[in-house]
């Protein structure tokens, strides 16, 4: 049991090291309560909700691994090499994928809202 709970801590502590050192993740932190609150405020349905946190949950959870791949590459290749900078541009990448599928979701949901 105490290993289930130790697990937990160290999930968190993984979501304060992001928060602390990530200034992208805080855009997106910010970025997701924002919309959060522009969904209630429009008053998303049922339907709009799921697909709303769908999107905010891929552009944190991609944010997490490009923070988690960026530290691994500091950590074994502290000098600057290409396939390290290659590395750490793919997960970059990912964020950047996930964040346009985020926006797409977002405009498809609230644009009609206010056309």
Do not use: R
């Not at 997960?91 to 949901?109: D, G, N, T, W």
Request: charged letters at 10%; a neutral charge.
């Amino acid at each position: 049991m105490k290993a289930l709970l130790n697990s937990f801590v160290y999930a968190f502590n993984g979501l304060v090291y992001a928060f602390k050192t990530q200034l992208n993740f805080k855009i997106h932190c910010v970025a997701a309560l924002l919309i959060v609150a522009l969904g209630w405020w429009v008053g998303l349905s049922n339907t709009e909700w799921p697909l709303i946190v769908i999107a905010i949950g891929l552009v944190i959870v991609a944010e997490l691994f490009n923070t988690g791949i960026e530290v691994l590459v500091d950590l074994v290749s502290p000098q600057q090499h290409p396939k390290a900078g290659a590395v750490k541009d793919i997960a970059a990448a990912a964020v950047l994928i996930s964040a346009i599928i985020a926006l797409a979701i977002a405009l498809f949901i609230f644009v009609p809202k206010f056309v």
